[in-house]
């Protein structure tokens, strides 16, 4: 079986919540919360899993456990074979994996042209540059963007521009992992479509694996494989793409797909009202943490933790009792 370019197992992130003197004397389960409680997953060469939940949820807080930019307080992280819960070579790491930040503009230093920008990279790692401005054309080439952008700053820019230049600095490794945090946040829906076709264009033709986490569900079925849901720090649901959209297992996916736009203005679909409001990370409901939520919870949903395992279909769902049709209802 094909080794996955990203693996990890029960990775836990914590935030410090309460420090200094009066961390002293607050007890020790108290002191932090969890943001990212135990994730496990995989990520094939070639392959894009979309992370999806709402606002809080910890998509991007996991992202940037991957890419080193926070500390994985527990569990098993490895790329391409090496861990990086052991405290690795993240220079040599980020050699092979990219991170694209969610905005675009302010991921870019104001003080450098598109030029130095897209060779800095290269240039962070070593690489020779014979020939700078050959190099940084054909790197801008990549993302779709001709030779007149190399003078420019930041500031002259569009969204979508930025974001190509934000693509064409993660591709110029030739990395094998691209954590793309909302790479279509903010965009026109053509835009959107382009920055998407230019990662499906590299996943295809170099086999690149990509992490995308997204709010638009809109897009995932035209960019991903298979998804993730999050929801208060862990995934409570993960399958392939249609399956999960045809029809979720976790009660939470249906809401979050049922709340979604739908660009046919001529299509109804039953909006799933949630009860009340997401929990603190420090007040986390007992038993399954949707349960205070969730119109489908029984006495023991507030007992008992459920566990991610598989649902009817191809996908797997942290649900005691998971929904098995695409309306949301139970046999």
Known sequence: MTEP???????????????GIVGLFAPKDQRSVQAVAGVTLDVMRGETLAIVGESGSGKT????????????????AWFRGNPLHNGPDWT??????????????????????????????????????ENATETATQVLAM????????????????GGQARRVGVARALSLNPALILADEPTAGLDVSIQGEILNLLNRNRVRDGLATLIITHNLNILRHVADRVAVMYLGRIVEIGPIEAVLAA??????????????????????????LRGETP???????????????????????????????????T???????????NGSRP
């Open 316 to 326: 797997h769902a942290a649900c005691h009792f998971p929904l098995q049709n695409d």
């Open 5 to 19: 370019v990203l693996r990890l197992r029960d990775v836990v992130v914590r935030f410090p919540v309460a420090q």
């Open 143 to 158: 993302a779709g963007l001709g030779p007149q952008f190399l003078a420019r700053y930041p500031h002259e820019l569009s």
């Open 61 to 76: 807080t996991l992202a940037r456990a991957i890419n080193g930019l926070l500390p994985i307080a527990s569990g098993e």
């Open 92 to 129: 040599a790491v980020r050699r092979e994996m990219a991170m694209m930040f969610q905005d675009p503009v302010g991921s870019l230093s104001p003080r450098k042209s598109v030029r130095d920008l897209v060779l800095e990279p290269r240039i962070i790692h070593g690489l020779p540059l």
């Open 248 to 273: 979720p297992a976790h009660p939470y996916t249906a809401a979050l797909l049922s709340a979604n736009p739908e660009l046919d203005p001529r299509a109804r679909r039953a909006r799933i009202r």
């Open 280 to 314: 603190g990370l420090r007040d986390r409901p007992s038993g399954c943490e949707f349960h205070p939520r969730c119109s489908h919870a029984r006495p023991e949903c507030a007992q008992r933790a459920p566990l991610l395992v598989p649902s009817a279909g191809s």
